[in-house]
């Protein structure tokens, strides 16, 4: 099994930045689909963006030119730097490791960590 951990949430005003880290406990890290999604309170899980074994990337339109996804194979871990934070960015926020299939969906993830809480004030 595949343990992950986020770190790096918090609150911050309105045009601030985040960046968030995840540690994975496997030693086949690199052969995963890593991802970030988020879900505020009444709303549907969100894809966030996407980064594929071999580098690929994926964003939701609502993020694009602001987050960036990257992961460091190294040290098992997956980041996402968050700029220009808007309060709609509000939410707890989950890093998750897929098998297959690398497609900006909950459904090709299998394992998920904690959640950590990300809150934009306007």
């Known amino acids: 099994q595949v343990q992950l951990v986020e770190s790096g949430g918090g609150s911050v005003q309105a045009g601030g930045s985040l960046r968030l880290s995840c540690v994975a406990s496997?030693?086949?890290?690199?052969?995963?689909?890593m991802g970030w999604f988020r879900q505020a309170p009444g709303k549907e899980r969100e894809g966030v963006a996407i980064?594929?074994?071999?580098?690929?990337?994926a964003y939701t339109d609502s993020v694009k030119g602001r987050f960036t996804i990257s992961r460091d194979n190294a040290k098992n871990t997956l980041y996402l730097q968050m700029n220009n934070l808007k309060p709609e960015d509000t939410a707890m926020y989950y890093c998750?490791?897929?098998?297959?299939?690398?497609?900006?969906?909950?459904?090709?993830?299998?394992?998920w960590g904690q959640g950590i809480q990300v809150t934009v004030s306007s």
């Open positions: 496997t030693y086949t890290y690199s052969d995963y689909c």
């Open positions: 980064v594929g074994r071999s580098g690929g990337l």
């Open positions: 998750a490791a897929g098998q297959n299939i690398c497609l900006l969906r909950a459904r090709f993830f299998d394992y």
